[in-house]
C-alpha cells in the first residue's frame, strides 16, 4: 500500500520560510508534486518535479519564492517555501503518479494523495 505522509506545515508570519516534507513508501515514483486547496477553491498545483530532477512546473506567480526537490534514495519530497504572504494559507497536499508527467499536472493526473498539512500565513 502506498503512503505518502506530509510533515512540515504550521502557522507562520508574513516574510518567513517554511520546508514541507512528503515521504514515501517504497516504491519509485515518475511524478511528484504539491497541491494547496482552500475551502470553496479547486486544489491548484504549487510545484511538480519527475524522477530526474530534469523537468518542474510551478503554480501562477509562485516559482522565485518557492522550489520543489526530491531526494530519490530517501523517497521523499520537499517543498522549500520562502517570503509566504497570507495568500500562500491553505492545506498543502502531497501527490504522486506512478509514470512521468510531460505536461502540466492536473490533480486528477495522480494517483496517490498525502493527508494533508496545514499553512496558515498571518499578516
Known amino acids: 500500500q502506498v503512503q505518502l505522509v506530509e510533515s512540515g506545515g504550521g502557522a507562520v508570519q508574513t516574510g518567513t520560510s517554511l520546508r514541507l516534507s512528503c515521504a514515501g513508501s517504497?516504491?519509485?515514483?515518475?511524478?511528484m508534486a504539491w497541491f494547496r486547496q482552500t475551502p470553496g477553491k479547486e486544489r491548484e498545483l504549487v510545484a511538480s518535479v519527475v524522477s530526474s530532477g530534469g523537468v518542474t512546473h510551478y503554480g501562477d506567480s509562485l516559482k522565485g519564492r518557492f522550489t520543489i526537490w526530491r531526494d530519490n534514495a530517501q523517497n521523499t519530497l520537499y517543498l522549500q517555501m520562502n517570503n509566504l504572504k497570507p495568500e500562500d494559507t491553505a492545506v498543502y497536499y502531497c501527490a504522486a503518479k506512478a509514470n512521468r508527467l510531460a505536461g502540466v499536472p492536473r490533480p486528477e493526473y495522480f494517483d496517490w494523495w498525502g493527508q494533508g498539512t496545514q499553512v496558515t500565513v498571518s499578516s
Open positions: 517504497s516504491r519509485a515514483f515518475g511524478t
